[in-house]
């Protein structure tokens, strides 16, 4: 994530924003055992978890977009 916030072009950084997904998308994977081992209620734990697991990964791609598209690179 710092690398994310000294790119010097918008080349690097769309690079290291796609660095950063790639290594946090393995948090769904594990918070998904994790929740499971943990919650009496797994099913409702599940739920949550997929629902904002899925808006942030949606939004972390769409918001940084809509800020580049109205922006800048740099204010994204």
């Known amino acids: ?3 994310v916030g000294v790119p010097d072009s ?7 924003l796609g660095v950063t997904g790639l290594f946090a998308s393995i948090y769904h994977p ?3 055992s994790w ?11 599940l739920e949550i978890n997929c ?15 809509i800020t580049l598209n109205n922006f800048s690179w740099r204010a994204a």
């Open 1 to 3: 994530m710092i690398m």
């Open 10 to 16: 918008p080349f690097a950084m769309g690079f290291w």
């Open 30 to 32: 594990v918070g998904i």
């Open 35 to 45: 929740l499971s081992r943990v919650f009496i209620h797994t099913g409702t734990a």
């Open 51 to 65: 629902a904002f697991g899925a808006l942030g990964a949606s939004l972390g791609t769409i918001l940084p977009g």
